[in-house]
């Protein structure tokens, strides 16, 4: 790999890491900016939720963007933007323009992430050298969710609003200099098509009401507050695959999510992050609400997950080249469902010390994981869509997320008791259990879809 190369990977994965602190970091930061200024509970939940909403509701146009406008285009434009709305939360004194702030971010990465996915894998051909790429891209991105925490910690200790600054200060860096390493865009020819104006529409709207709705189940924990939005974004995700049907140059080709193992990619990382965003909320409530630990010591505890930093680019890569993809995740998955399923077992006085497995492992499984998902989604995937690959499996990632929040906010409903606080807690952790089973399940699936294309090749 050459300079270059490296320096244009750099950037990237800068951007991803951008992505994966930011959401971390306001997790840490939100009860001082309430505090300061004055948020009520509800506004409180939207500085989180409404990045979410937007990066979410528009990752798959982003993708398609990305493909049909340019990848270095809409990665750099989107970035810019980012930078421009972090910075305003961080000069803002009202919780409208907070909101506002966050749901303008998560737009920017829900166009940046998909561009970013899709630059590293149209720049490093397919095998090795890309599957090499895309392990240091995952690993970085994990490293964003966990080292977030102890940034968000750190920074909050001088000024919330250095959570904002400091996101907008590294952009500034990213943006000069992908601007001078990321080759410049080829010209667009007709085969690469039209814009589909009608699907873009009712993708995004049905992607943010049901967004919508999945968060809203999680604050109110009432399905009757959500069915109008699911209503709608059952329509409109209807709607979607009518159109997408009929278009002459779809913004989803829909025969793209039986290729290869991009559903099964999909499916494995939606329910891997639901999992991994669940164990986090529920594992830093409990060290706080229960154990009485500062913002800071809790997101300190999670510090020893940035080991997946060192793993991955070291120790994936040749697991990956000696048992195949599907082998390697599938193992990282079941390392994440010993480290959630040993969290059952959570007692009152548990320390860092009895934690430290769990993390451990969980570190392992990002190693393991992250990045050959994104190589698996990408396999086989044609040059001219794989921004809407990225797309889809990165809003498996983020559907994923909220929707693991969601479901452990819904069960974390004790009395504030200490006995039934702890009780609450185990039941909590059945939650990222359960989905990282399901998700050892689907890995299985794809080993086996895998195994029966290789039978059937071999055949005369």
């Not at 969601?406 to 185990?426: H, K, M, N, Q």
């Amino acid at each position: 790999m050459t300079p270059r190369a490296w320096g244009l990977l750099l950037v990237v994965c800068g951007a991803l890491f951008l992505e994966g602190s930011d959401i971390a970091m306001l997790n840490v930061a939100v009860p001082a900016i309430a505090d300061d200024v004055g948020l009520s509970a509800g506004s409180a939940h939207w500085v989180i939720s409404a990045y979410v909403l937007g990066y979410a509701g528009f990752m798959l146009l982003g993708g398609r963007s990305a493909d049909l406008l340019g990848r270095r285009r809409v990665f750099l434009a989107s970035l810019a933007v980012f930078v421009v709305f972090s910075a305003l939360g961080g000069f803002a004194d009202a919780d409208w323009v907070l909101v506002l702030a966050r749901f303008a971010t998560g737009v920017a990465a829900g166009f940046m992430t998909p561009a970013g996915f899709s630059i590293v894998t149209t720049t490093f051909p397919e095998g090795p050298l890309r599957d090499r790429a895309l392990v240091v891209y995952g690993a970085v991105g994990a490293a964003g969710f966990v080292l977030g925490m102890v940034a968000g910690g750190l920074l909050t200790t001088a000024s919330w609003r250095w959570v904002f600054y400091a996101p907008a200060l590294l952009g500034v860096v990213l943006l000069a200099a992908g601007a001078r390493l990321i080759r410049p865009d080829e010209p667009r020819t007709a085969a690469a098509g039209g814009f589909d104006v009608a699907g873009s529409i009712a993708v995004t709207t049905g992607m943010v009401a049901v967004v919508y709705a999945v968060i809203e189940l999680g604050e109110s924990r009432d399905l009757g507050d959500t069915w109008l939005p699911l209503a709608v974004a059952a329509l409109l995700l209807v709607a979607f695959v009518v159109i997408e049907r009929r278009s002459r140059f779809p913004l989803l080709r829909l025969g793209l999510l039986r290729e290869e193992l991009l559903p099964h990619a999909s499916l494995a990382g939606l329910l891997f992050m639901g999992a991994f965003f669940a164990f986090q909320f529920a594992v830093t409530l409990y060290l706080q609400e229960l154990r009485g630990w500062s913002p800071l010591e809790a997101g300190l505890t999670f510090a020893i997950m940035g080991l997946d930093l060192l793993l991955a680019p070291l120790v994936t890569p040749p697991l990956v080249r000696r048992f195949g993809i599907v082998a390697v995740l599938t193992t990282g998955l079941v390392a994440a469902a010993l480290a959630f399923g040993r969290l059952l077992a959570l007692g009152d006085d548990w320390g860092y010390l009895d934690l430290l497995p769990s993390l451990l492992l969980v570190a392992v499984s990002f190693a393991l994981v992250y990045g050959p998902l994104t190589s698996a989604a990408a396999e086989g995937i044609a040059e001219t869509e794989q921004g809407a690959a990225g797309g889809v499996v990165y809003t498996a990632f983020q559907f994923g997320g909220a929707l693991g929040l969601a479901v452990v906010t819904i069960v974390l409903a004790g009395d504030g008791t200490s006995a039934v606080a702890l009780d609450d807690y185990r039941r909590a952790l059945w939650v990222p259990t359960v989905a990282a089973v399901l998700a050892v399940l689907v890995g299985l699936a794809a080993a086996h879809r895998r195994r029966r294309a290789e039978v059937a090749v071999r055949l005369p």
